[in-house]
């Protein structure tokens, strides 16, 4: 075997480890629904801070899922909600329903970069993607809040959308729990996400507090979960525009 072909063969273990790690991840910390309270501080660089609070309804697994939001203070964001769509083989659908206007719109692709309601997030960084719509590879180890934690970087696969042509992400060995994450757009690093307080619930670990960290806008936001709920019943009707619609 030659010298190439010891290279090329490595790096397709390593890609198809890093694969097998994010997959890993995904299966261990899954569940068929989730509800929580959560409130968002955020934090601007001209010191106009302001908080907003939301309850999140979320059903499915990575792929399929489909999530809700609504805001429901302050008064000028009340009654504001999102519903995603996830699919397994392409970007989310996404709508919005803006109370004032009584009617609901589609959030367009090319918007998916832009920040959601004044937050650090963006609409993309608020979907999830099935694990066949990027490319993995395995970049090295390297501890994150004292824990070790393989680095994986993640990239599109050719005609996936996405605002970032790469993402890097830590990954705790001993819970499979990702803990930190880098995105880059262009090859230039515009986000950060830091999950914190990482504690088990209802036998999941989750992250109980996560910032944001917008690097050109110097901006970040904190969220919050409050009375986070596991594999409870949800009903289909709510994840649908009636529902979001109505406000319910």
């Not at 302050?74 to 995603?84: F, H, M, N």
């Not at 309601?117 to 990027?134: C, H, I």
Request: with cysteine.
């Amino acid at each position: 075997m030659s010298k190439l072909t010891v290279i090329v063969f490595a790096a397709a273990i390593f890609a198809q480890d890093a694969k097998q790690i994010v997959e890993e991840s995904q299966r261990r910390h899954r569940s068929t629904t989730q509800q929580y309270e959560g409130v968002l501080q955020v934090f601007n660089p001209n010191g106009r801070n302001s908080e907003k609070r939301w309850q999140f309804f979320r059903s499915g697994n990575y792929g399929e899922s489909r999530a809700l939001l609504r805001f429901v203070s302050p008064r000028e964001v009340k009654g504001v909600a999102l519903l995603i769509v996830n699919h397994a083989d392409r970007a989310s659908d996404q709508w919005m329903w803006l109370p004032e206007l009584q009617r609901d719109r589609r959030v367009a692709l090319q918007d998916r970069s832009t920040r959601f309601f004044g937050t650090d997030f963006s609409y993309e960084d608020l979907e999830e993607r099935d694990v066949n719509q990027s490319d993995f590879k395995l970049i090295g180890e390297e501890a994150a809040d004292g824990q070790a934690c393989w680095k994986i970087e993640s990239t599109p696969k050719k005609g996936k959308s996405s605002q970032y042509n790469r993402v890097v992400m830590w990954i705790r060995k001993d819970i499979y729990f990702p803990v930190q994450y880098e995105m880059y757009a262009k090859n230039q690093l515009v986000r950060t996400l830091h999950y914190k307080r990482v504690e088990k619930v209802s036998g999941v670990w989750s992250a109980l507090e996560m910032e944001m960290f917008d690097v050109k806008r110097k901006g970040r936001t904190v969220l919050k979960s409050d009375k986070l709920r596991y594999n409870i019943p949800l009903k289909d009707e709510l994840f649908t525009l009636q529902s979001l619609r109505r406000g319910e």
